[in-house]
């Protein structure tokens, strides 16, 4: 019999109560985190370069969320033929960092704090951005847990590069954190997929990113290549930190963005290796960024946004509680 309560529980509708991530419990208290995922807002957009809005993006993606949160009882897909999210996976929403606007660097210190809050627990952070100058944060918060647990590998979904060391002063915009990350001792390497059309990075960076560890592929690279072979690419065994800029897909079904561009992916693109992935290592942190809603009056950029997020943590543990039963 399913665990579900249609039966004697309330039905909770999406539309029927708070809007936590998931309409999952809501976790006040930093230092009482008991979990297995706990999501993190963080709704800072002032490193974005042209339009902004991605500090609406964790409202957003978090009410989106709800159209998948109804039933008690996990999300069964018939093509895996398996139950994802079940109620031995413990998702809680701890709200969201605080913002200071015009300084970056305390708000960039209040995420960094949250993300090592939820590692200190012993959860996987999930983040949801905010522009992608939020990941450099994320990746600091990371030092203490890889000088326990080793290094992470950084898989970036994105249209952009990211890479930019410095330009007029600015070190921690969003079109830095791809470098910012490079240079800690402990990353490893980087897979950046999706990278295409007219960049924010010249030609330098991608030169620079090479030559420190980094593997570019275009969405027309990946397609050719094939899901398989782009997972082949990618380190086996590693600690995985996945980084996640909407923008990767196209703005046909993702027009909720700052900086759009055509040619992206489709969903399907992005799942499969998502999914392949969650087979392939551990993956130990995620982030979700420059989801800006309002951009697209139809709302499926964020629906997008939670549907992806929800199926790759379903695809994580999953294959965690498969590993196991296996050894």
Not at 159 to 188: S, W
Not at 244 to 252: E, Q, V
Not at 255 to 270: A, E, I, L, R, W
Request: charged share 25%.
């Amino acid at each position: 019999m399913s665990d579900h309560g249609y039966e004697a529980g309330r039905l909770n509708l999406p539309f029927v109560g708070i809007s936590t991530f998931g309409k999952k419990e809501y976790v006040s208290d930093w230092d009482k985190i008991e979990a297995d995922v706990a999501i993190l807002g963080a709704p800072y957009d002032f490193g974005c370069q042209f339009r902004p809005g991605a500090r609406f993006g964790p409202r957003a993606v978090r009410e989106a969320s709800t159209l998948f949160s109804f039933g008690h009882a996990g999300a069964y897909d018939h093509e895996d033929d398996a139950t994802y999210l079940g109620s031995d996976v413990r998702i809680v929403d701890i709200g969201d960092a605080d913002i200071i606007h015009t300084k970056t660097r305390e708000s960039h210190a209040n995420i960094e704090y949250g993300v090592k809050k939820i590692l200190d627990a012993g959860a996987m952070p999930v983040t949801i951005g905010g522009d992608h100058s939020v990941n450099i944060p994320c990746i600091n918060a990371f030092a203490e847990d890889c000088a326990e647990n080793g290094p992470l590998h950084v898989v970036q979904i994105d249209a952009h590069l990211d890479f930019v060391d410095e330009r007029h002063g600015v070190t921690v915009g969003h079109g830095n954190p791809m470098r910012r990350a490079i240079e800690k001792d402990y990353v490893t390497g980087m897979t950046q997929l999706g990278i295409r059309n007219v960049s924010s990075t010249a030609k330098e960076g991608y030169d620079d990113a090479r030559a420190r560890g980094s593997d570019i592929l275009s969405v027309r690279q990946v397609r050719k290549l094939g899901t398989a072979a782009v997972l082949d690419r990618i380190p086996q065994g590693a600690r995985y930190y996945v980084t996640i800029d909407i923008d990767a897909f196209c703005p046909s079904i993702a027009p909720g963005t700052g900086t759009p561009s055509h040619g992206g992916f489709q969903y399907y693109d992005v799942l499969e290796i998502l999914q392949g992935l969650s087979k392939r290592g551990d993956v130990v942190g995620i982030d979700l960024v420059e989801v800006a809603p309002a951009y697209d009056p139809s709302e499926s950029t964020q629906i997008l946004a939670a549907q992806l997020l929800l199926n790759f943590i379903g695809f994580i543990f999953h294959n965690r509680q498969e590993a196991l039963a296996r050894d």
